[in-house]
């Protein structure tokens, strides 16, 4: 069975969950705050990594294992929420999407791209030889997007012939220590979980999949600056669509103020299922237009926003 992601991060995660059937290593992080503002001691952060260990093993150990092999897992990275759409298979144009999207990072968008076009061959060869296929989508506008392009795609192999399950990313998750977790995209579910979530997966119908793949046309006739989920419905959309909240936070903002810190703001309160790289470019064009002005760079080598901002009031 191939496995189909929209981010690399979820490939990511779900190549480490495949075969596992326990906590073998690996790396993880917290943040450690005191009320007081102290610094905690060596000894209590070493309790907290004994604790967070301890939570680790127990929910390997409690983990459905997800069958399968890592290199059936795709990654189709494309941000299809954002720019142009017009063209077929993978072009130019999506690259020139991802490039004004991250200017700094060329070496990593041609690796990101390659290795769609190679995941997209080798879903159509394998779909057309009757393999099923998995694919794990949130409600973000990238997933939403992938999902009916990726049913587009597939339309030379012969819809009726297809074999695709739908794994949705849950609204929301309980713990047993009575926390309730929100997931923004599948990048951020732990490998332990995949192979509990990909029991609520359910086989596409045939006329769902004609109608995301008709759907995608129609979206791509329009060829909006954007695509959005509004009212659980992916719809095309004016690059303005998030720049209330953008602009309610600019203004919540000191005169002077991190950028990063803006975009964390943005995407932490308002979960609109969109990257920092679409409100950085946002902001560029505030910007232009005379409302905010750059009071210092980003240093060489980190992504252009790690800068500080000044209100033009």
């Given at each position: 069975m191939l496995e189909v992601v929209f981010e690399e991060s979820a490939a990511g995660s779900m190549s480490a969950a495949i075969g596992r059937t326990g906590?073998?290593?690996?790396?993880?992080?917290?943040?450690?705050c005191q009320r007081s503002g102290q610094t905690p001691s060596r000894?209590?952060?070493?309790?907290?990594?004994?604790?967070?260990?301890?939570?680790?093993r127990q929910a390997w150990a409690e983990a459905v294992p997800l069958e399968g092999r890592r290199e059936d897992v795709v990654s189709l990275s494309l941000l299809l929420s954002v720019g142009p759409i017009d063209e077929d298979g993978i072009g130019p144009a999506r690259r020139a999407v991802l490039e004004d999207l991250y200017p700094d990072r060329a070496e990593n968008?041609?690796?990101?791209?390659?290795?769609?076009?190679r995941g997209l061959s080798t879903l159509l060869e394998r779909a057309g030889q009757g393999e099923p296929i998995?694919?794990?989508?949130?409600?973000?506008?990238?997933?939403?997007?992938?999902?009916?392009?990726?049913?587009?795609?597939?339309?030379?192999?012969?819809?009726?012939?297809?074999?695709?399950?739908?794994?949705?990313?849950?609204?929301?998750?309980?713990?047993p220590d009575g926390t309730v977790v929100q997931y923004a995209g599948w990048g951020e579910v732990g490998p332990h979980q995949f192979g509990r979530m990909a029991l609520s997966g359910e086989k596409i119908p045939v006329n769902a999949i004609?109608?995301?793949?008709?759907?995608?046309?129609?979206?791509?006739?329009?060829?909006?600056?954007?695509?959005a989920v509004l009212n659980g419905r992916l719809v095309s959309a004016p690059e303005t669509l998030y720049d209330f909240w953008i602009l309610r936070e600019?203004?919540?903002?000191?005169?002077?103020?991190?950028?990063?810190?803006?975009?964390?703001?943005?995407?932490?309160?308002?979960?609109?299922?969109?990257?920092?790289?679409?409100?950085?470019?946002?902001?560029?064009?505030?910007?232009?237009?005379?409302?905010l002005e750059p009071v210092t760079e980003a240093k060489p080598g980190a992504p252009y926003y790690r800068r500080t901002l000044r209100r033009c009031d």
């Open positions: 906590r073998t290593g690996g790396v993880f992080g917290a943040v450690v000894a209590e952060i070493r309790r907290l990594r004994q604790e967070m260990e301890a939570r680790e968008l041609e690796r990101v791209l390659e290795k769609s076009r998995r694919v794990w989508s949130s409600r973000g506008p990238d997933d939403a997007c992938g999902l009916c392009w990726l049913m587009e795609q597939l339309r030379p192999v012969g819809l009726e012939a297809l074999d695709v399950t739908l794994v949705r990313l849950p609204e929301f998750q309980a713990r004609r109608m995301m793949a008709d759907h995608w046309g129609a979206l791509r006739r329009e060829n909006a600056p954007l695509r600019i203004a919540a903002q000191e005169p002077e103020f991190r950028e990063a810190v803006l975009i964390g703001n943005v995407i932490g309160k308002y979960r609109l299922g969109i990257g920092d790289d679409w409100i950085a470019r946002r902001v560029k064009q505030f910007i232009r237009g005379g409302l």
